[in-house]
């Protein structure tokens, strides 16, 4: 008497890197791990969601003008021109020595300027491009003397405040430094953006293997 052999017992025999069940599980659900805790990590060191890189201004480097920044959190971003390759696009190296200085134009303190990762992520549009490069909290809004060098070169002298209109100052080529407002978060937390960039790659990866978690069965005990 002939018959076929059963698949349960052969399946067992199979090596796991060539059984379906476990490209369309364990190995998804690291993956999926994997990404979401490096776009989470990302989130949460970059304080959310990138948005108005240059709403208050931008400065030229070397250059020095006078912004008017909001109380809070401020984003800077290095922004220059964009070169394209193909399918890619490279916005050109931040000069070296690059620093900003931010001090109240009335006089004072100068405010501290903390470094953000600028490998979290780069935007262009055209051929002009920006990515991430420091952050500053302002303690109350109002004029802010604004300074970028590089090379070891001091920012030219300082504009008079009666020549700064009310229109944010712009830079339309070579490199800058903008000033932008603070990035989108939910309920104003980037511990809760996080979560929920995670939270939303698991589900992505749950929605993509369904299918096959549904037919793989079925071709087993074929």
Known sequence: MTGGTPAGPASRDTPFYQRASFWTGPFMLLLGVVVGGVLAVGWYILGGFPRDHDKYGEVAVPGTTVIALPEGDVR???????????????????????AVAVTPAPGGEQLAVDDVPSWLFSST?????????????????????????????????????????ADPPKVDSGAAVSFGASP???????????????????????????????????????
Not at 76 to 86: I, V, Y
Not at 187 to 196: H, I, Q, R, T
């Open 76 to 98: 800077l971003n290095f922004e220059n021109h964009a070169t394209r390759g193909g399918d890619s696009t490279t916005l050109d190296d931040q000069p070296p020595d690059l």
């Open 125 to 165: 549009s055209g051929d002009r491009g920006h990515e991430p490069l420091g952050k500053v909290d302002v303690p109350s809004e109002g004029n802010y003397l604004v300074a970028a060098s590089a090379e070891g070169e001091p920012a030219p002298a300082p504009p008079k405040l009666a020549t700064v209109g």
């Open 184 to 222: 989108w978060s939910p309920l104003e937390s980037k511990f809760l953006g996080a979560v929920l960039v995670f939270v939303a790659v698991m589900l992505i990866m749950l929605l993509l293997t369904l299918p096959f978690r549904l037919i793989v069965p079925r071709d087993q005990g074929k």
